[in-house]
């Protein structure tokens, strides 16, 4: 179901984020049952319509984005469709609180060989940054270290990226090809269904 707002709503969210979201050209959200919930915001949600919770994670990915990115911004370097960012959420390592995957867009992050995406704490600090990773992300069911194998897709294949106790390695496409079968066994974020939010 599409919700309509009024014009004055509308032109009121575009001047607080400053971006023009004609840009954001999305499908209908797909669902996947998993134990943990994962955040998959309809494509026509607005943040009118976010919870609390949904809410609060979009200001603290704005607030790391704009903080991780202040020179840039500064010098203005970062272009508007750069400016924009989807979000998931999954427990990582079994502690009840949720990492935070922050998939980046346009050519300041996205290139040839995929995107920079980035891996939060529940709290907000950076543990991984991603690069040349293609969306959507895959979390295994396996694990190393205490917290669930990620399975990236970046130069063509699948790569099995497993923690290291601080990190995950950041490069995927220099990391073990995955060959078994991983639809069916693992969980996907940062679908192409998934909102983009302006920071």
């Known amino acids: 179901m599409k919700v309509q707002f009024p014009v004055v709503g509308l032109l009121s969210g575009m001047l607080l984020f400053g971006c023009n979201?004609?840009?954001?050209?999305?499908?209908?959200?797909?669902?996947?049952?998993?134990?943990?919930?994962?955040?998959?915001?309809?494509?026509?949600?607005?943040?009118?319509?976010?919870?609390?919770?949904?809410?609060?994670?979009?200001?603290?990915?704005?607030?790391?984005?704009t903080t991780m990115f202040k020179d840039e911004l500064a010098k203005n370097l970062i272009d508007t469709p750069g400016r924009k960012f989807k979000f998931f959420e999954y427990d990582l390592n079994g502690d009840a609180k949720k990492e935070i995957f922050v998939g980046l867009t346009g050519s300041n992050f996205c290139g040839s060989g995929g995107c920079t995406m980035l891996l939060l704490s529940p709290e907000g600090e950076l543990i991984t940054r991603f690069t040349v990773v293609d969306y959507p992300i895959q979390i295994s069911n396996t694990m190393t270290k205490g917290w669930k194998?990620?399975?990236?897709h970046s130069n063509s294949k699948d790569h099995?990226?497993?923690?290291?106790?601080?990190?995950?390695?950041?490069?995927?496409?220099?990391?073990?090809?995955?060959?078994?079968?991983?639809?069916?066994?693992?969980?996907?974020?940062l679908d192409a269904s998934d909102q983009l939010y302006t920071w």
């Open 149 to 152: 194998d990620l399975i990236l």
């Open 160 to 189: 099995l990226m497993k923690f290291d106790g601080k990190a995950y390695p950041a490069n995927p496409s220099i990391q073990p090809v995955y060959t078994a079968n991983s639809s069916t066994s693992s969980v996907k974020g």
């Open 21 to 65: 979201s004609s840009e954001n050209k999305v499908n209908s959200t797909d669902t996947v049952a998993t134990e943990n919930k994962s955040t998959a915001i309809p494509a026509d949600a607005t943040a009118n319509t976010l919870s609390k919770a949904d809410q609060k994670t979009v200001d603290l990915v704005k607030l790391k984005l």
